[in-house]
């Protein structure tokens, strides 16, 4: 892994998909954006429900934060996604393995000085309307133990309805 953090399209897109996402498609309600520390990078760690919940959990900080994420290595094989997922600090894990590297990389890219957006359940909720949470996986507990940075948790309620497990991007 060799992602670079990219501030450009984030800070070009950011007021847009903000001000469209919680004016114009969806009325999206934040709750507790006072308790992100402004001067320290982080860790945000959400449920995980729908494929649409990274740009929810990620848009409503800008302008303060940019966030590096992970994201299933099987949507990089578009090329269009792989594209997209560059612009956006994405970087792919192959889910279902216990390969620690990818841990390691995002330790890494967090002592760095990178905030992280982190799923640590490790994926989706099969049946999101159960509002369950699924045992953390043993690369959250590592990533939370190696860093000394704020872990922010996140719930995302009502995800299931935008693009959820079942449905294509």
Not at 33 to 56: G, R, T, W
Not at 131 to 141: E, F
């Amino acid at each position: 892994y060799n992602y670079k953090t990219n501030l450009f399209w984030f800070n070009l897109f950011g007021p847009f998909i903000k001000f469209f996402f919680q004016h114009i498609f969806w009325k999206v309600k934040v709750e507790g954006l006072e308790n992100v520390p402004k001067n320290s990078n982080v860790i945000l760690m959400p449920n995980h429900i729908s494929h649409a919940d990274s740009f929810f959990a990620v848009v409503n900080l800008w302008p303060r934060k940019s966030f590096n994420a992970i994201a299933d290595e099987k949507l990089f094989k578009s090329s269009f996604f792989r594209q997209f997922a560059k612009m956006f600090n994405a970087f792919p894990v192959r889910k279902g393995t216990k390969n620690l590297n990818i841990v390691k990389y995002a330790i890494k890219r967090v002592k760095n000085g990178d905030n992280l957006l982190w799923y640590p359940e490790g994926q989706r909720h099969k049946v999101p309307s159960e509002n369950k949470c699924y045992p953390g996986k043993l690369g959250s507990g590592m990533l939370i133990h190696a860093t000394d940075k704020p872990i922010i948790p996140c719930f995302l309620a009502g995800m299931e309805f935008v693009m959820p497990v079942g449905r294509g991007i």
